[in-house]
């Protein structure tokens, strides 16, 4: 069961994303002799990069900052994206 708030699901979007769109071109480059290790770490780092982006992107963009009259305090409201309750931002190196 996945789980997933906000857009968080695009984490496994990126990445399969991504895995057709390098093995489409390589194959049609002629490179099928290139190890499919290589081209699988190649996705994951470049998918960890942008999924580290786009989710702080899109947590600093998410939400209303409401301040309190009396404290002066700000506290956020609205969705944070993330996938099994981890923040979207926190999957980009982890991928």
């Known amino acids: 069961m996945v789980i997933w708030k906000g ?4 984490n496994f979007v990126v990445i399969v994303v991504l895995l057709l769109i390098v093995d489409s071109t390589l194959s ?3 490179f099928e002799s290139v190890d499919f290790r290589l081209s699988r770490a190649f996705v994951f780092i470049v998918a960890g990069v942008i999924i580290w982006y786009m989710g702080k992107a899109l947590d600093a963009k998410s939400g209303r900052v409401l301040i309190d009259a009396e404290t002066g305090e700000r506290y956020r409201m609205g969705t944070l994206h993330s996938l099994f309750f981890i923040p979207m931002h926190y999957w980009g190196p982890s991928v």
């Open 28 to 30: 049609l480059l002629g």
């Open 7 to 10: 857009l968080g699901i695009l």
